[in-house]
């Protein structure tokens, strides 16, 4: 019976840490509901509004049926119209579209002898997801107007994969999962940083030296960016090696988008640590960034067949743009310059978590 009362203080005791620690309360609740909304909406499986550009070369009225009963099917988003396949090729390359649609100039004689594709569909394959949202518009009936009968998509469509024909799984995952990788190792190097420098007593010590708030995050930044190089060169090498997934643009461009990115990371953890006040709590906060980071960055599910909320939500996300850096340079060979504006995303959320840090730092020190 004594042992029991002893339990019951013990017990007693946690629920009053508990209460008292809010961050560890909000966790509790919190996390799961973040959770099941993230899985609810990021997992979808059936994928729609398919960032989409159409040559349309026709230009008759039988092409702009076709390409309104083609919006309808809301498997598309048709964002923009372009003059030719080059137009098309460059908008897959620069990853602005997921899916080019060509009508030729003869679209009306191909519907009606039906002896070969009327349509072309360009599917980026980088994501094998898009080559079969792109097959089941070939299963989707579509009627033109009364002088032509209704007929299959599959005898209109041809679909044409690039950058990944094969459809390999590796060839999508891999650059995917190194912006996870580094995200979860950047994070939870400089996430405990300044907090554990408090636990072990030598922030006092830093205070008392004539560095500025700025020099001392910087500092603490530039060694993980070297091992942040360690571990991108470990990735590319088991990648290329074991699976085989090929880096067909410049490899200095690669690097450079991925420093940035590191940067970021370091830097979001540096504002996690500022935060926090206890290594334990920088933990917990590191996940409200991680599980939304592999979730919303278009790293496991397309990023367009997501609700729209939830991807403003991961336009947020330095991963969701360096997924988007890495895919186009290994993958489809773009050019840095032509996926600028990822890279400057990037550039921008490092200065603006760097001085929020630098900010929050400074302020604890007063």
Same mark, same amino acid.
């Given at each position: 019976m004594k042992s029991l009362y002893r339990i019951m203080a013990i017990v007693k005791k946690e629920i009053r840490q508990l209460r008292r620690d809010r961050l560890?309360?909000?966790? =509790?609740?919190?996390?799961?509901?973040?959770?099941?909304?993230?899985?609810?909406?990021?997992?979808?499986?059936d994928v729609r509004n398919?960032?989409?550009?159409?040559?349309?070369?026709?230009?008759?009225?039988?092409?702009?049926?076709?390409?309104?009963?083609?919006?309808?099917?809301?498997?598309v988003d048709i964002i923009e119209f372009v003059e030719s396949v080059d137009?098309?090729?460059?908008?897959?390359r620069r990853g602005k579209i997921s899916i080019g649609v060509v009508i030729?100039?003869?679209?009306?004689?191909?519907?009606?002898?039906?002896?070969?594709?009327?349509?072309?569909?360009?599917?980026?394959?980088?994501?094998?997801?898009?080559?079969?949202?792109?097959?089941?518009?070939?299963?989707?009936?579509?009627?033109?107007?009364?002088?032509?009968?209704?007929?299959?998509?599959?005898?209109?469509f041809e679909v044409r994969p690039f950058y990944n024909p094969e459809r390999r799984t590796p060839v999508n995952i891999i650059p995917g999962l190194m912006g996870v990788i580094l995200t979860m190792t950047m994070i939870l190097f400089t996430a405990v940083a300044i907090v554990r420098e408090r636990e072990r007593? /030598?922030?006092?010590?830093?205070? /008392?030296?004539?560095?500025?708030?700025?020099?001392?995050?910087?500092?603490?930044?530039?060694?993980? =960016?070297?091992?942040g190089m360690l571990q991108l060169v470990l990735i590319l090498a088991v990648g290329r090696l074991l699976f085989d997934v090929p880096v067909l643009g410049s490899i200095i461009d690669l690097f450079l988008a991925a420093t940035t990115f590191v940067a970021a990371n370091l830097a979001l953890g540096l504002?996690?640590?500022?935060?926090?006040?206890?290594?334990?709590?920088?933990?917990?906060?590191?996940?409200?960034?991680?599980?939304?980071? =592999?979730?919303?960055?278009?790293?496991?599910?397309?990023?367009?067949?997501?609700?729209?909320?939830?991807?403003? =939500?991961?336009?947020?996300?330095?991963n969701t743009h360096f997924?988007?850096?890495?895919?186009?340079?290994?993958?489809?060979?773009?050019?840095?310059?032509?996926?600028?504006?990822?890279?400057?995303?990037?550039?921008?959320?490092?200065l603006v978590a760097m001085f929020m840090a630098a900010m929050r730092f400074s302020k604890r020190l007063d």
């Open positions: 560890t309360f909000g966790m =509790i609740v919190g996390l799961p509901v973040i959770q099941m909304l993230m899985f609810g909406y990021a997992i979808n499986t398919l960032r989409t550009a159409v040559s349309d070369q026709s230009g008759t009225h039988l092409s702009q049926q076709f390409v309104a009963e083609l919006r309808q099917t809301q498997v137009n098309l090729e460059t908008l897959l030729p100039h003869d679209f009306d004689r191909r519907v009606s002898d039906r002896s070969r594709a009327a349509v072309q569909l360009l599917v980026d394959g980088t994501d094998p997801t898009m080559l079969g949202v792109a097959n089941q518009l070939r299963t989707m009936p579509i009627g033109f107007d009364s002088a032509h009968s209704t007929s299959e998509l599959s005898q209109i007593g /030598n922030l006092e010590l830093l205070i /008392n030296t004539p560095l500025s708030s700025t020099e001392l995050m910087v500092g603490k930044v530039i060694p993980y =960016i070297v091992i504002l996690i640590s500022t935060a926090a006040t206890t290594q334990f709590q920088a933990m917990q906060m590191m996940v409200f960034v991680l599980l939304p980071s =592999i979730l919303l960055s278009g790293f496991m599910f397309p990023f367009d067949g997501m609700p729209t909320f939830a991807q403003y =939500i991961g336009e947020v996300l330095p997924i988007r850096l890495t895919r186009g340079i290994m993958l489809r060979d773009a050019a840095l310059a032509e996926l600028l504006p990822d890279l400057l995303y990037l550039i921008g959320f490092t």
